[in-house]
């Protein structure tokens, strides 16, 4: 087999593009040739890779990424939160995936297939695997993570991202200025203060 894509010329192996991450990595390190290939058109092939990868999460891996960056964090205020969130929420109503964007560098898109793949996909694994195990003792069918639907793992891993994007926009470590004159809520959720997002539908 091997032997066989080793002989295709150059522009085929073009259609290393149509791969998802996990698949462009068995092949490259399968094929020598397929390596080399790889290394001539990193960028090209990481970005088309990452893309195929996730789809419609994309924009929320890109979100998460710029959220985490150092820059940002230097930054964050109450404004520029509010400005990165409608910038979020304007992108999700586009027909277009932010990271195919040039101006996102060769950098980013590999520090963004490092999280993804030694952050996002095993807590996904871990949670699909948890969960399953929970609704199993409750079905009369085995349960394994064959059984999800590819929109139930996009779910799940959009559910995550923007789990990190919450994280790095309302983490403990942001720098909000905080009242010490604030009520205090003892066991009760305090009420959505004037002018809050709801997180949970703005981007649907």
């Known amino acids: ?5 080793e002989n295709l010329p150059p522009e085929i192996r073009l259609l ?3 791969l998802n991450l996990q698949e462009l990595k068995a092949l ?3 094929s020598p040739v397929f390596y080399q290939q790889y290394l001539l058109d990193r960028r090209f092939l990481l970005r088309a890779c990452l893309q195929e990868t996730l789809h419609i999460v994309s924009v929320d891996a890109l979100a998460a990424y710029r959220s985490g960056m150092k820059d940002f964090s230097k930054q ?8 990165f969130i409608h910038s979020y929420q304007y992108q999700h109503s586009l027909d277009e995936f932010p990271i195919l964007d040039k101006r996102v560098t060769e950098e980013d898109i590999a520090s963004m297939v490092e999280f993804h793949s030694s952050i996002i996909e095993p ?4 949670y699909t695997d948890w969960a399953l195990t929970n609704l199993a003792q409750e079905s009369v069918s085995p349960l394994t993570r064959d059984t999800l639907s590819k929109a139930e793992e996009t ?3 959009r559910a995550l991202y923007r789990l990190q994007i919450h994280g790095n926009l309302f983490g403990p470590d942001a720098p909000w200025d905080v009242n010490e ?3 205090k809520f003892d066991g ?3 009420p959505t203060p004037d002018g809050a997002f709801n997180f949970d539908n703005s981007c649907e």
């Open 1 to 5: 087999m091997n032997m066989l894509l």
């Open 16 to 18: 290393l593009s149509a």
């Open 28 to 30: 490259i390190r399968a």
């Open 76 to 83: 964050h205020t109450s404004a520029t939160v509010t400005e």
């Open 123 to 126: 807590l996904a694994r871990q």
């Open 155 to 157: 779910r799940v891993v």
């Open 181 to 183: 004159n604030n009520p």
């Open 188 to 190: 009760q959720r305090p």
